[in-house]
């Protein structure tokens, strides 16, 4: 069984420009949560999404959006870049309610 | 509002030693609480979870007590093994699905 599949596992972006990332939960999971983890803040929640809806939401501005597609794969979008956004954002697949939650591999996000 | 600490940034552990990391929550509300560890370059690994009903879960090598009446839950690990070393992280969920981490605790294994 395949895990939680992310990508792309770099990227390098410049102030200002938007970016798409991408999550394959594990087969059959439904519920896919993003978080961003950075060395000052730790891990937060971004939003979690379930049957194509956002069941939940960080305390993240506007330029952080999501979606899910009927098979469940996820994307993460930032908009208007910041320095601030450089972080290793992770994406998390769960099958149900209090189940635990299993991590990608993350995506490196260097804002320069 | 919801917040997860750890006492401990750093834990230096003789091999072979067992480890205590803890972790203090203070949502009374959570009901499910995971701990998770961190290689460098990797993303959290699932280790064990434990559920308000219980206070204590063992697995291979690990067991987690939780302890609701003082909000603190804490991960042992039994004769502590190179491969141990790794950031650990408690999380705890109240609503949902989202999970609110605690900082992390550095486990070092010396030879």
């Known amino acids: 069984k395949a895990g939680v599949t992310q990508t792309p596992r770099y990227l390098i972006k410049t102030r200002g420009q938007q970016v798409t990332l991408s999550c394959s939960p594990i087969?059959?999971?439904?519920?896919v949560s993003w978080y961003q983890q950075t060395p000052g803040q730790g891990l937060q929640f971004l939003f979690e999404y379930f049957s194509e809806t956002q069941r939940n939401k960080g305390n993240f501005p506007g330029r952080f959006s999501g979606r899910q597609f009927s098979n469940s794969r996820s994307e993460m979008n930032v908009s208007t870049l910041e320095l601030g956004d450089s972080a290793l954002y992770l994406c998390?697949?769960?099958?149900?309610?209090?189940?635990?939650?299993?991590f990608g591999q993350g995506t490196r996000l260097t804002v320069v | 509002g919801e917040s997860v600490g750890l006492h401990l940034p750093t834990l230096s552990v003789q091999e072979g030693d067992n480890s205590i990391i803890n972790c203090a929550y203070s949502n009374s509300a959570s009901d499910y609480f995971i701990w998770y560890k961190q290689e460098s370059g990797k993303g959290p690994q699932f280790i064990i979870d434990i559920r308000s009903n219980m206070d204590k879960r063992q697995g291979q090598r690990v067991t987690v007590l939780l302890n609701k009446t003082v909000k603190h839950l804490s991960l042992q690990i039994a004769a502590t093994q190179p491969g141990d070393s790794a950031v650990y992280f408690c999380a705890e969920k109240a609503a949902g699905n989202k999970l609110t981490f605690g900082g992390g605790t550095r486990v070092l294994v010396k030879p």
């Open positions: 998390a697949s769960m099958s149900g309610m209090n189940t635990e939650a299993f």
């Open positions: 087969s059959g999971h439904r519920s």
